[in-house]
């Protein structure tokens, strides 16, 4: 008998220490599996839900190259997620914003610039994210012989008063000029600090809209000239110099030269937690840091001069 009721015991005992590593290694999985879960599950808004549904956006040229690369990036970490980007230039996408038609009205300039007069309400409610900065340099296909021109020869060029480039030290060969239409933010940008001035569309000159078309026709066009961000320049055309100074990052980022503008990113009000997770990642040290430098582009917290709406520049 009491053999019996020691085996029982003991019995009894084996089996709340069993059920006890149980419990600590259950404990342990649980720990680890949630560790493991958090650090590949995707970002979630403040409400808890995980990113999913679509955003549109539409706009800037010179800016939609570092947006579609930064939105298959998030997309890669979204699987729910669609993200569209159009160009179309920055007067469409301040538009089209305005009229939320889109999520995001891409900018090379501020909306106060471009929504004017009867449009001037509908600027006031554009929330405006600045993602980076953006510099304009003039281009040429490579034969014409020059690698910088004046402000002022500049000028000449696009209101017709020169017409060959011999007329500037080049060869001896009619200019072409390849310009953006009226409702673009890059040819706002050059105009107001390259030349200084409005120009009038000159008969005979090519207009296109995306900086893209842009590229490939002054690098294929003999006694083409244009302008271009810097994220589009390559070995097919010839990179001016204005007023001697190189349109170079260093340059840009010390306020030496001149062409350059804000890259914004407008909503309709305040975003809402899909579109402002988007808009914050543009902000990240892996975006700022690897797609916005990566790409041409300047990280606005390295700009050691800023510039307000009226083009007025100040030391930081």
Same mark, same amino acid.
């Given at each position: 008998m009491r053999s019996r009721k020691s085996w029982v015991m003991a019995l009894a005992l084996t089996s709340v220490l069993a059920l006890s590593a149980c419990g600590n290694n259950g404990g342990n999985n649980t720990a680890n599996g949630g560790n493991a879960e958090a650090s590949n599950a995707p970002t979630q808004t403040n409400s808890g839900a995980e990113l999913s549904g679509s955003i549109l956006a539409s706009g800037s040229t010179a800016l939609q190259p570092l947006v579609e690369q930064v939105?298959?990036?998030?997309?890669?970490?979204?699987?729910?997620?669609?993200?569209?980007?159009?160009?179309?230039?920055?007067?469409?996408?301040?538009?089209?914003?305005?009229?939320?038609?889109v999520d995001i009205g891409n900018s090379d300039v501020f909306a106060e610039e471009k929504l004017k007069d009867a449009d001037a309400e509908k600027a006031k409610a554009?929330?405006?994210?600045?993602?980076?900065?953006?510099?304009? =340099?003039?281009?040429?296909?490579?034969?014409? +012989?020059?690698?910088?021109? /004046?402000?002022?020869?500049?000028? #000449?060029? @696009?209101?017709?008063?020169?017409?060959?480039?011999?007329?500037?030290?080049?060869?001896d060969q009619k200019i072409q000029i390849i310009n953006r239409p009226a409702s673009?933010?890059?040819?706002?940008?050059?105009?107001?600090?390259?030349?200084?001035?409005?120009?009038?569309d000159l008969q005979g000159s090519i207009q296109e809209?995306?900086?893209?078309?842009?590229?490939?026709?002054?690098?294929?066009?003999?006694?083409?000239?244009?302008?271009?961000?810097?994220?589009?320049?390559?070995?097919?055309?010839?990179?001016?110099?204005?007023?001697?100074?190189?349109?170079?990052?260093?340059?840009?980022?010390?306020?030496?030269?001149?062409?350059? =503008?804000?890259?914004?990113?407008?909503?309709? +009000?305040?975003?809402?937690? /899909?579109?402002?997770?988007?808009? #914050?990642? @543009?902000?990240t040290d892996e975006v700022q840091n690897g797609d916005v430098t990566e790409l041409g582009y300047i990280p606005a917290s390295k700009m050691q001069v800023s510039r307000d709406v009226a083009g007025t520049v100040t030391n930081k």
């Open positions: 939105a298959e990036k998030f997309m890669e970490q979204h699987a729910g997620l669609d993200i569209q980007v159009q160009g179309g230039g920055s007067g469409t996408g301040l538009t089209q914003v305005a009229e939320k038609q554009l929330v405006d994210h600045q993602v980076a900065v953006v510099a304009i =340099a003039a281009v040429t296909h490579p034969a014409v +012989g020059v690698d910088g021109l /004046t402000k002022q020869q500049l000028v #000449d060029i @696009f209101t017709g008063k020169i017409t060959n480039w011999k007329d500037v030290g080049g060869a673009s933010g890059t040819r706002a940008t050059f105009e107001k600090f390259a030349l200084g001035t409005k120009t009038e809209d995306s900086s893209g078309t842009v590229k490939k026709i002054i690098g294929e066009t003999p006694g083409a000239i244009g302008y271009l961000a810097l994220s589009y320049l390559d070995q097919t055309v010839q990179t001016l110099k204005y007023d001697s100074v190189d349109p170079s990052v260093d340059n840009v980022i010390s306020g030496k030269y001149p062409v350059w =503008a804000y890259e914004h990113m407008y909503t309709n +009000g305040e975003p809402n937690e /899909t579109v402002k997770a988007f808009l #914050d990642y @543009f902000l």
